[in-house]
């Protein structure tokens, strides 16, 4: 047996790289202190443990129709709601909330109309929490 370090190069094919009009939009996110890839608590479990009513997304992934991703990171969004509704509103849009795995990995480059069919929660929902999310679908696959 032998140790062997390997050296990795370039960028991983689904890296975030916003352009310029995205960054000018990420602004608007941290004047309401949402800043990019924020992180609620070291601990998943700690977190859902003294929150364990909200609807919490890790690494969630923000889009806009006419963008695509804008934003990423942890959001409380029973908590969050009224800044992201607010980000919106500024916005003259609507956003859409996604799992970590539905705006990352290579889905990211699918259409606009196929995420935002996956997303958690929008900001013309109503306020979210982990019961109203679990009657969305429950909805959504029993009818």
């Known amino acids: 047996m032998f140790d062997k370090t390997i050296k990795l190069t370039g960028e991983y094919p689904s890296d975030f790289k916003p352009d310029m009009i995205v960054e000018g939009i990420q602004q608007y996110f941290e004047s309401h202190s ?3 890839a924020r992180m609620l608590s070291g601990t998943t479990w700690g977190y859902h443990e003294k929150y364990p009513e909200d609807l919490i997304v890790w690494n969630a992934n923000v ?9 990423y990171g942890d959001l409380n969004i029973t908590q969050d709601y009224i800044l992201l509704k607010s980000i919106a509103e500024s916005l003259n849009t609507t956003l859409y909330v996604l799992w970590e795995s539905d705006g990352r990995f290579g889905e990211e480059n699918k259409s606009i109309d196929e995420l935002i069919k996956k997303a958690v929660w929008n900001t013309k929902d109503s306020k979210p929490t982990l019961e109203w999310y679990k009657e969305k679908m429950d909805k959504k696959y029993n009818g």
């Open 34 to 36: 949402l800043y990019v």
């Open 63 to 71: 889009l806009i129709p006419d963008y695509g991703k804008v934003w």
